[in-house]
């Protein structure tokens, strides 16, 4: 399952296209992310770099609601 959930998670492994006779060699290819993973990969980072303010927003939303 861990295999699974991490082969999602980085996407599929894409080798680089090198033109035989060409005089450009590209070494690094890229990975190519499914759809859902690329928007667990936005709303991972949206927190990541936002914790404390969703963190107070949510708190604060929860306080209003409780009190009425």
């Known amino acids: 399952m861990e295999q699974l959930l991490?082969?999602?998670w980085d996407g599929e492994y894409v080798?680089?296209?090198n033109d035989p006779n060409g005089l450009v060699?590209?070494?690094q290819g890229a990975y190519k992310r499914h759809w859902t993973s690329k928007a667990a990969h936005?709303?991972?980072e949206f927190?990541?770099?936002y914790w404390q303010w969703c963190m107070g927003?949510?708190?604060a939303v929860i306080g209003l609601i409780w009190r009425h």
């Open 15 to 17: 080798p680089p296209r």
């Open 47 to 49: 927190w990541l770099k």
């Open 42 to 44: 936005v709303v991972a």
């Open 6 to 8: 991490k082969r999602w």
């Open 25 to 27: 060699f590209i070494l």
């Open 57 to 59: 927003f949510g708190l």
